[in-house]
């Protein structure tokens, strides 16, 4: 079993719909969680950090649930610039910061 | 932009060969990791290095190695290259060790045949 285990995708919806992607992870010890998006052949961009009360920023809500190791990712209001892959990215933590992430979720936004 | 810097961009090298790749931290950064990504697939942790030492290793065999410089770039060299070894390279800068967000740079596409 994957440590990071995400939605498969593809997702295809059109401009203005709402999305959600699910992420589990299975290390209980994991300390902190993002979400990165990717764009085609470019480096992962951090898109936010997630944390335990849940946050926003703007048309994207993370939420955590550490008690079933399960993170999620809200877009609404999709639009075409959204179109990318989604990485779910766990940190270990402890002294050794490396990040682990999930294979992706791929989302394509159509007029 | 996230102010990390990678070098070169592309590379192609043939099975046997050594490579080595590099880059620059973003400023008031100092620990880098180096992370592979395969065609299709989310990147994998290679190292880190947090003030010039190795700071955790993945599941990579020893011909793959680092060195991190007073500065905080850092090198990734690859010894006796395997085709499976095609891949991006990327590294991320982040601030201190643990948890800390980390920021990428735009990676070097190396093609091994």
């Known amino acids: 079993r994957k440590e990071v285990e995400q939605d498969p995708g593809p997702f295809n919806v059109p401009e203005g719909a709402t999305v959600a992607f699910n992420c589990t992870y299975s290390n209980s010890a994991s300390q902190s969680f993002f979400w990165y998006r990717q764009d085609c052949r470019k480096e992962p961009k951090l898109l936010m950090s997630?944390?335990?009360s849940g946050n926003e920023d703007g048309r994207f809500t993370a939420q955590l649930n550490r008690a079933s190791q399960y993170i999620s990712l809200l877009i609404r209001d999709s639009k075409l610039s959204d179109s990318a892959t989604y990485l779910c990215?766990?940190?270990?933590?402890?002294?050794?910061?490396?990040?682990?992430f999930g294979k992706g979720t791929k989302l394509s936004v159509k007029p | 932009e996230t102010g990390v810097t990678q070098s070169p961009t592309h590379l192609i090298k043939t099975r046997g060969q050594q490579v080595t790749l590099r880059c620059s931290s973003q400023s008031g950064h100092n620990t880098v990791s180096w992370y592979q990504q395969a065609l299709g697939q989310g990147p994998q942790f290679i190292f880190q290095?947090?003030?010039?030492?190795?700071?955790g290793r993945g599941n990579f065999p020893p011909r793959f190695s680092g060195l991190q410089f007073p500065n905080y770039s850092s090198e990734l060299n690859v010894n006796a290259l395997e085709l499976d070894d095609s891949a991006l390279y990327l590294c991320a800068s982040s601030f201190g060790q643990g948890r800390n967000e980390q920021f990428f740079g735009p990676g070097t596409r190396l093609t091994v045949l």
């Open positions: 997630v944390y335990s």
């Open positions: 990215v766990v940190n270990r933590g402890g002294s050794q910061g490396n990040l682990i």
């Open positions: 290095y947090y003030r010039e030492e190795e700071n």
